[in-house]
T-cell receptor
């Protein structure tokens, strides 16, 4: 069982819809991450939150809006997505983003399909 | 520019034999190297890591070797089991400007019974 929980597991939405992806961890980690993974490709970093503050935004389009309500929760708000945004969205957490020796632990992802 | 390279897309090994998965990197500022295993419909699972100041780290059936001068690392699985069949990602991370976890493209390991 993964210690990082993502909901929903699957999401199908139209290009005009607004939806949110949710991620939760109870390991006391202070860094949380959003990744996007396309088929047959490695995960690509989107956002990093460190101590509940946005630390890194990898030039992600504004139709993706992250939110970190507290140290255990991470949301990704979606609006006006494009078909090419269909992918597996992975959440991860680690003890501290600044410490390279702390591995990131991943959830099982949300499989997102844009119609 | 790909900083972490896994040049072989797939590997097939007989059960009980050794699996050797290779990875090369270009950025000498990486401090840690990690291996993740991914089953279909699941997220990547952390397997084993090695610090850049070490040349070997062992955990049960899994051993990672680092050759810093060659900028090369490898994951050895002995003995290989059918349950090891998965995609294996090599990843690297440093500090400061290199603090983003950088993944290779992955290699699909198939362990034949």
């Amino acid at each position: 069982d993964t210690e990082v929980t993502q909901t929903p597991k699957h999401l199908v939405m139209g290009m005009t819809n607004k939806k949110s992806l949710k991620c939760e961890q109870h390991m006391g980690h202070r860094a949380m991450y959003w990744y996007k993974q396309k088929a047959k490709k490695p995960p690509e970093l989107m956002f990093v939150y460190s101590y509940e503050k946005l630390s890194i935004n990898e030039s992600v389009p504004s139709r993706f809006s992250p939110e970190c309500p507290n140290s255990s929760l991470l949301n990704l708000h979606l609006h006006a997505l494009q078909p090419e945004d269909s992918a597996l969205y992975l959440c991860a957490s680690s003890q501290d983003h600044r410490r390279a020796n702390q591995p990131q632990h991943f959830g099982d992802g949300t499989r997102l399909s844009i119609l | 520019d790909q900083q972490v390279k896994q040049n072989s897309p797939s590997l097939s090994v007989q059960e009980g034999r050794i699996s050797i998965l290779n990875c090369d990197y270009t950025n000498s500022m990486f401090d840690y190297f990690l291996w993740y295993k991914k089953y279909p419909a699941e997220g990547p699972t952390f397997l084993i890591s090695i610090s850049s100041i070490k040349d070997k780290n062992e955990d049960g059936r899994f051993t990672v070797f680092l050759n810093k001068s060659a900028k090369h690392l490898s994951l050895h699985i002995v003995p290989s089991q059918p349950g090891d069949s998965a995609v294996y990602f090599c990843a690297a991370i440093g500090t400061g400007a290199n603090s983003k976890l950088t993944f290779g493209k992955g290699i699909t390991l198939s362990v034949r019974p």
